[in-house]
């Protein structure tokens, strides 16, 4: 603005600036024109009564004849361009400041924001862990995608054992394309117990959630992909009645006394003696329904003491240490808990379904 103000005024009557130079001037004045403020001094000090281009143009007739065609014209021409200029920039600036009050309009009912939450699966998980790890059990995770090795052979399940059938199997494709590879997507959690016991010395207490895989036709328990809750224990003297202990003590924290459990003898060929756990059916109070197929009760784990084999397996002496392990659905926990009649729900990632939890 300065140079605005300084062209106007005494020095002007002793040097009138020319038309071009009022233009630099000017022009250079309204580009670093920041507030409406300015731009009236701007307009007073260009455009206004004592202005150099009011100057100009009031000392026309005071020329020699030929130059006052041409100064009138290309004042006038300039006066013309430098309102139009101020307008634009009056423009300008009141759309930037327009642009923040536009955006709030405080008569607008407020927008609700939805919250996430945690799936179901993820608060059971850490239901799970919380409860066992109240026992000394630590948290350990694996990989989903397994080698063989640690799905079945260590596993006491070597290739063709008749075992490898109860875990339909999504095998990876080897690398040239030729068949399956010796990779797949894990069965079960139970891989990590032989990772486990390889990199660790007893005495273990571990518990590890993970997803799994298999390759079986879908129902209102069986879902192709849930996760377990692995568990073992691993020491000197444990015995069958520490894991009833144990898994008992489980079913109290995460279904209450009123609940009731069911051991049967099962067979895992990793386990020996094995074990099947299962909790009466929350549906029919164990009467008997569609849910549980009619039996009142609902599976929720094996388990069982490791097998010699395996302990041999990893480099544990069977004389010296003895250990129990469990594996259950966490789906399925989740189901008794809340009372939820269909497992494909959980993946379904429905949020009517899923914001109840
Ligand atoms: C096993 O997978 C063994 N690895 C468990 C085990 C671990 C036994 C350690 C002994 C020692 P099973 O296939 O029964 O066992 O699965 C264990 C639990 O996973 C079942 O009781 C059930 O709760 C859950 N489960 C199994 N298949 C499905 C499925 N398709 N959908 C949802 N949950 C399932």
Redesign the pocket.
Known sequence: MSSGTESSGADTANSPLSVEEIKVAALAALTVAGSEAVLDEWRVSYLGRKSDLTNVLRSISSLPADDRKAVGASANLLRASLEEALAEKTQELRGAAGSVADALDVTLPGRRRRRGGLHPTTQTIRELTDAFGAMGFQVAEGPEVEWERYNFDALNIPAEHPARD??DTFWLESPDGEGRSDMLLR????PM?ARIMEKADPPIRVVIPGR?F?Y?A?DA????H?F?L??LAVDKGITFADMKGTLFEFARRIFGPDRKVRFRV?F?P??EP?A?MAIDCFKCNGQGCSLCKGTGWI??????MVHPSVLRNVGYDPEVYTGF?????V???AMLRHGIDD?RQFAAGDLRFLSQF
Request: proline residues 0%.
């Open positions: 109860s875990w069965t079960h959690t139970s117990q799994c298999r079986e879908t328990t069986h879902e192709w849930f377990q692995e568990g099962d895992f990793f386990v094995g099947e599976e929720i784990m094996g388990a069982g392990a469990f594996g259950m659905g789906e399925r926990i497992v």
